[in-house]
């Protein structure tokens, strides 16, 4: 099988289930190294047994994105245990719909800290070390969310909005230098999310809606993942939006 991304590292966020397990699945099929990171411990160590089996090289590591540390600490040993950083995965992230009127201030504080200040934290960690060997993909899980604000949904809204803005400076600023920044932005993905989501009535909405069609498989967005990062140095996927066919 073709490894196109062999000799390559790559660490992703919010590993442990969904997008970000698929996606480490599909790097490590392409032939990047792998740091898995997450809060889940015993997910990770299951998942890094398979792709052990599958004879990739795999880092798990403990990873709280809201913790400034700890994603210092995660890029550290990243760079020392297999050997270099090529390629960061934003993924982590939570998504506590409902409406802003009646909302817990603590849903907005989870989603911030996590998608957005988690995405500050790691980038910040990567970027310096990526500038100097002047390479290097930085890929952030972003959503349609990120592009259409919707009644309902308005924090998570915000946090999306707020990476998606980030996002596009930082590749204003970083792109000449070699590194590339972009996003991935799906629509309804079958996964985890929304069983978090603390308001009963916007989790029981959620779930119609996902009933209502036919979603995402967190695969179909991995290989939009791999897409971005498997292509030439010369080229720059800024942004990639991916809807199931049947949502509007
Ligand atoms: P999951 O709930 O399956 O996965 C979320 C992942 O994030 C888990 O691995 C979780 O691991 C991790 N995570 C959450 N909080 C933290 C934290 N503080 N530190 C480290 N890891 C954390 O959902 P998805 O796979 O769907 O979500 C992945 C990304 O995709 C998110 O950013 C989400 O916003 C985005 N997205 C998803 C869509 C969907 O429809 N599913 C649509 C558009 C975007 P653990 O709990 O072990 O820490």
Request: aromatic share 2%; glycine share 10%; net charge negative.
């Amino acid at each position: 099988p073709a490894r196109p991304l062999a000799g390559r590292v790559a660490l992703v966020t919010g590993a442990s289930s969904g997008i970000g397990e698929a996606t480490a699945v599909a790097l490590a099929g392409a032939g990047a190294a792998v740091a898995i990171g997450a809060r889940r411990r015993d997910r990770l160590e299951a998942l890094a047994a398979k792709l052990r089996d599958d004879g990739a090289r795999v880092l798990e590591l403990d990873l709280d994105v809201t913790d400034e540390q700890a994603c210092a600490d995660a890029v550290r040993r990243t760079r020392e245990e297999l050997g270099g950083l090529d390629v960061l995965v934003n993924n982590a992230g939570v998504m506590l719909l409902g409406t802003i009127v009646g909302a817990d201030p603590e849903d907005w504080r989870r989603m911030v800290q996590t998608n957005v200040m988690g995405v500050l934290y790691m980038t910040h960690a990567v970027v310096d070390g990526m500038l100097e060997q002047g390479s290097g993909d930085i890929v952030t899980i972003s959503s349609v969310a990120g592009r259409t604000a919707r009644k309902g949904a308005g924090v998570y809204n915000a946090s999306k909005w707020a990476v998606n803005a980030f996002s596009e400076s930082l590749r204003q600023e970083v792109t000449a230098r070699g590194v590339r920044v972009s996003l991935v932005e799906p629509g309804a993905v079958a996964t985890e999310l929304s069983n978090h989501i603390t308001q009963p009535e916007a989790r029981e909405q959620s779930r119609q809606m996902a009933e209502s069609m036919r979603t995402l498989h967190a695969d179909d967005i991995a290989r939009a993942v791999l897409y971005v990062v498997g292509q030439p140095p010369h080229v720059a996927v800024n942004e990639v939006l991916v809807r199931p066919t049947d949502q509007e």
